[in-house]
């Protein structure tokens, strides 16, 4: 099956710093990645979209000048977390699709990366 | 706003029993559903899916049951096992704009008693 990988698994870091999360399809050319948020207990949500090569969608009320999204290539996207606070520690979970055909396209999701911001 | 959210947050079952989960979906429009399983301090896995022409779908131990009329979706689990402890989402894919997309549910946190 397709596998999603996600770098760092953990990661703490001080607040005012910044932080690069890596996810990458192994076996498969992802179309589109997305990037979830999960605080403890609750449920998964969206915070961006991204097709290769162009800039990300980000949903309502998460901030695109503090979770930067680079989508650089089919395998490979980048979260970075700029000037990371306490409030920022949360689970974050990428997932990756590919086509399937029409209507149907499958979405494939990493392990998650644990911040937790001192 | 369109949601889809969850009857029960949390369901215990004695192990070897049958575990139903249930899911009430607002957005008509949405044409596929999964469900996925999440084990703590892990991404979720995918564990069945159904699309919205299709009232029943089966795979191994997994059942999931679709029901239009009422915006219901349930999974049910047949001889619960101790590693099926885990939480348990819902999720509806729909397009948003001209982009497909897929909104979860609250969970449910089902716990396998010996």
């Known amino acids: 099956g397709a596998v999603v990988s996600q770098h760092p698994s953990r990661v703490i870091c001080k607040s005012g710093t910044s932080v690069k999360i890596e996810c990458r399809s192994l076996?498969?050319?992802?179309?589109?990645m997305f990037w979830y948020r999960q605080f403890p207990k609750q449920s998964l949500m969206l915070m961006a979209t991204?097709?290769?090569?162009?800039?990300?969608?980000?949903e309502q009320g998460v901030e695109k000048d503090k979770f930067l999204i680079n989508h650089a290539s089919l395998t490979l996207s980048t979260l970075t977390v700029t000037s990371a606070h306490p409030e920022d520690s949360s689970f974050y979970i990428c997932?990756?699709?590919?086509?399937?055909?029409?209507?149907?396209?499958?979405?494939?999701f990493g392990p998650g990366t644990r911040l937790t911001v001192t | 706003g369109e949601s889809v959210g969850l009857h029960l947050p949390t369901l215990s079952v004695q192990e070897g029993d049958n575990s139903i989960i249930n899911c009430a979906y607002s957005?008509?429009?949405?044409?596929?559903f999964i469900w996925y399983k999440q084990e703590s301090g892990k991404g979720p896995q995918f564990i069945i899916d159904?699309?919205?022409?299709?009232d029943k779908r089966q795979g191994q131990r997994v059942t999931v049951l679709l029901n239009k009329t009422v915006k219901h979706l349930s999974l049910q689990i047949a001889a619960t096992q101790p590693g099926d402890s885990a939480v348990y989402f819902c999720?509806?894919?729909?397009?948003?704009?001209?982009?497909?997309?897929?909104?979860f549910g609250s969970g449910t946190q089902l716990t396998v008693l010996p």
């Open positions: 997932s990756a699709r590919t086509r399937r055909g029409p209507p149907i396209y499958e979405q494939y």
């Open positions: 076996d498969f050319q992802a179309t589109t």
């Open positions: 991204s097709n290769e090569g162009s800039k990300a969608t980000y």
């Open positions: 957005n008509s429009a949405s044409d596929y």
């Open positions: 159904i699309r919205s022409n299709m």
């Open positions: 999720a509806e894919s729909s397009f948003s704009g001209s982009a497909r997309q897929l909104t």
